[in-house]
């Protein structure tokens, strides 16, 4: 708001008045106040009312149809995750925990790009351009001809991009860079609004993409202010088991895609790779003959991918029944607990339950419900389900089975991994050659047909 020597200045009759109201004092009219500098110059309320420039207002007809160029990085799944590539003038946010591999995904991509023609520069305000190069050495990519830069300035960062004439610039992190507008430090909460807004004019007016590392608070969201994830084209989270090598990539917001792909890489000695077929490595793990296990088919995005769903009853040892959910929310755990309780007339009361999905994987659709059933369920009677089975489709309080949709696409990742057979709703039956579906209308069922 007006530092020292500002006023505001009404747009329409031309008063001036010192706060802003929203409302001009002297002509009543609304919206109009402009913030104007007195007796200083060069500072921001000085841009904010220089005349309007750029380009005049077109019809939209008049404007290039040609869909966006893209530049891909070659890293595949990253590609895909985005929607195609990096679409130039876009600003992606990625975000994840420390040690996920952030680094080592954007340090790769620059090195892909450099390789295919983009000039790149990845500024690090968080490690050494040795500490960079060190990493690099350890990738299966050449990253050498990548443009390094270890500043935390951004009047430096875009000065220097300018000057390179790079076309994807890197910025690792938002939360290390300071403009010299404020006086906070790095990290606060009016710096990394600011820096975003100034990398996305810079993306906007250069046409040069913008990659900003975004780190994640405690609860998973990118540390900040929300507007952050608003002022991104693209917001990325990459994150995973640390103990696991599995990387999941996920897109929550995309302006040139769709949301919610899922990218799967894995973490090795030499960097990240790009995992083609996730499936097959998410139930690589699976032993069979054990209760209490059983496979869906998720929709990620427009991918379906096959996973294990765990669950453990155990007789609890002390006052009331732990659960615990991993990968499922804990909210649609009790619900179905209470399904299975009171229209199946199963009983956990006095037992430990958990539950938990295999490589990190989050269920967050109801689709998965009848395979959460059917691991509770077997691991119950200690019956293991069928290895050729998958479970399909969403139960209702009345513990009536709905079907899920995209129910072909799971079918067909099912069969392709070598399930035979389907349990799902009665009203989704598909048939698919080599595939059999197994009926089933009620959570009653289910429970009879695992626990015979
Ligand atoms: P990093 O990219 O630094 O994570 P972030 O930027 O998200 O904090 O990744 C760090 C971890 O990845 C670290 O524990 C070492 C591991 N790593 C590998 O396993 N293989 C590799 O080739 C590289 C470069 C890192
Ligand atoms: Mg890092």
């Given amino acids: 708001m007006a530092k020292g020597g500002s006023v505001f200045r009404c747009t329409d009759c031309g008063a001036d008045q010192p706060k802003w109201g929203g409302r001009c004092e002297a002509c009543g009219a609304w919206n109009t106040l402009v913030e104007e500098a007195v007796g200083r110059t060069g500072g921001r309320a000085d841009r904010k009312h220089a ?123 938002i939360q290390t860079t300071y403009t010299d507008e404020l006086e906070s430090a790095p990290g606060n909460v009016g710096q990394v609004r600011e820096c975003a807004g100034q990398l996305m004019r810079f993306a906007k007016e250069s046409g040069t993409a913008v990659v900003v590392v975004g780190h994640v608070t405690k609860g998973g969201t990118i540390a900040g202010p929300k507007t952050l994830e608003h002022i991104a084209d693209t917001v990325l989270y990459f994150e995973g088991e640390g103990s696991l090598d599995y990387r999941l990539l996920r897109a929550t917001k995309n302006r040139f895609g769709s949301v919610d792909e899922l990218g799967v890489f894995s973490m090795t000695e030499h960097g990240l790779v790009a995992v083609p077929n996730p499936s097959s490595v998410f139930l690589a793990a699976r032993a069979d003959g054990i209760s209490g296990s059983a496979v869906t088919a998720l929709m990620e995005g427009t991918r379906p991918v096959l996973v294990e769903v765990q669950a453990l009853a155990a007789k609890s040892g002390y006052g009331t029944p732990q659960r615990v959910a991993t990968g499922i929310d804990p909210k649609r755990l009790a619900v179905l607990l209470a399904v299975l309780e009171r229209r199946a007339e199963t009983s956990f009361a006095d037992l430990d339950v958990f539950v938990q999905v295999t490589a990190g994987v989050r269920l967050s659709e109801p689709g998965a419900d009848l395979a959460v059933a059917a691991a509770l369920v077997s691991s119950l009677y200690n019956r293991p389900a069928p290895a050729d089975v998958i479970f399909l489709g969403e139960i209702g309080l009345g513990g009536e089975i709905r079907p899920s949709g995209a129910v072909e696409r799971r079918i067909a990742e099912a069969a392709r991994l070598g399930f035979r057979r389907v349990f799902g709703s009665s009203r989704s039956l598909v048939q698919l050659p080599g595939v059999s579906m197994v009926a089933l209308d009620h959570v009653e069922q289910l429970v009879r047909t695992l626990a015979a």
């Fill in 51 to 173: 005349v309007p420039s750029g380009s005049p207002p077109v019809r939209l007809s008049a404007v290039g149809a040609t869909g966006f160029e893209r530049w891909q990085t070659g890293l595949r799944e990253f590609d895909f995750v985005l929607g195609g590539g990096i679409v130039p003038g876009s600003v992606v946010l990625v975000g994840g925990e420390p040690g996920i591999g952030k680094s080592t995904l954007l340090l790769q991509c620059a090195a892909r790009l450099e390789q295919a023609g983009v000039p790149t520069l990845y500024v690090s305000g968080e490690e050494s351009p040795d500490q960079i190069r060190l990493r690099a050495d350890r990738l299966t990519v050449d990253a050498g001809a990548v443009h390094v830069l270890g500043e935390t300035r951004l009047e430096a960062i875009t000065h220097h991009a300018g000057a390179l004439g790079a076309r994807v610039v890197f910025v690792d992190s």
